[in-house]
T-cell receptor
Framework: KQEVTQIPAALSVPEGENLVLNCSFT??????LQWFRQDPGKGLTSLLL?????REQTSGRLNASLDKSSGRSTLYIAASQPGDSATYLC??????????FGAGTILRVKS | ETGVTQTPRHLVMGMTNKKSLKCEQH?????MYWYKQSAKKPLELMFV???????ENNSVPSRFSPECPNSSHLFLHLHTLQPEDSALYLC????????????FGPGTRLTVL
């Protein structure tokens, strides 16, 4: 059974810092991995999708890497802004595109 | 309307009520999902439909009954729920055979009294 761990559980930083959020998973037999953000009481917004054959994906100030063999992914946020404050969720996708979610990292960026 | 929509956004029901949650996707996808997000627990997959056929039931109690009449609509019928079923219910869709990227709706906040 896939288990996903996200570290740190919470993070509070001043505006402008570069951040690294970590995700580890126990079953490396994945097809892809998605990073999402979730604002309080809201749905999920897809940030990046990395296919199992890829090493990284970039979108604006976000960069996600994937090391499938070691069961790790990182989300790098450059020059953080208060609007980046949210919960960030990592979800590896297995057979049948079934996502398994971590508990998330709660990020607060202070202005 | 664009993306994935869900109605109602909020629902309060008693344990003896019967209600339904609705999800509609406007992305031309052919796979749809129900997820449950309880307080202090990670998101859990409940059901998966591909081309209107159920392909996954993640050991969900029978008081939750999904229905997928076509590739654009997904329902979750609720009956005789328990207070511990109170949660945020999220719907998602993706393109089977595509990148696999899932897009989520805003969710229905359910409270069972």
């Amino acid at each position: 059974k896939q288990e996903v761990t996200q570290i740190p559980a919470a993070l509070s930083v001043p505006e402008g810092e570069n951040l690294v959020l970590n995700c580890s998973f126990t079953d490396s037999a994945i097809y892809n991995l998605q990073w999402f953000r979730q604002d309080p009481g809201k749905g999920l917004t897809s940030l990046l999708l990395i296919q199992s054959s890829q090493r990284e994906q970039t979108s604006g100030r976000l960069n996600a890497s994937l090391d499938k063999s070691s069961g790790r992914s990182t989300l790098y946020i450059a020059a953080s802004q208060p609007g980046d404050s949210a919960t960030y969720l990592c979800a590896p996708g297995g057979y049948g595109n079934k996502l398994v979610f971590g508990a998330g990292t709660i990020l607060r960026v202070k202005s | 309307e664009t993306g994935v929509t869900q109605t109602p956004r909020h629902l309060v029901m008693g344990m003896t009520n019967k209600k339904s949650l609705k999800c509609e996707q406007h992305l031309g996808h052919n796979a749809m999902y129900w997820y449950k997000q309880s307080a202090k627990k990670p998101l859990e997959l409940m059901f998966v439909y591909n081309f209107k056929e159920q392909t996954e039931n993640n050991s969900v109690p029978s008081r939750f009954s999904p229905e997928c009449p076509n590739s654009s609509h997904l329902f979750l019928h609720l009956h005789t729920l328990q207070p511990e079923d109170s949660a945020l219910y999220l719907c998602a869709s993706s393109q089977e055979g595509g990148s696999g990227e899932q897009f989520f709706g805003p969710g229905t906040r359910l409270t069972v009294l």
